[in-house]
């Protein structure tokens, strides 16, 4: 999925995903770079 095409950034679509399907498992592939950001994505739930 590209979230940037859908008007929402990659953490809402991820926190939407697990409203609207608890227990489906989220795995993202990223090019960010920042470890902040990286990390901050993590704490959302996804797995890796």
């Known amino acids: ?3 940037y095409r ?3 950034n990659g953490v809402e679509a991820i926190q939407n ?3 609207r399907c608890p227990g489906v498992k989220v795995l ?3 090019k960010h ?3 902040a ?12």
């Open 33 to 35: 770079e920042d470890k």
């Open 17 to 19: 995903f697990e409203i």
């Open 6 to 8: 859908s008007g929402i």
């Open 28 to 30: 993202i592939q990223s």
């Open 1 to 3: 999925m590209n979230s």
């Open 37 to 48: 950001y990286v990390t901050y994505v993590l704490k959302t739930g996804v797995f890796g």
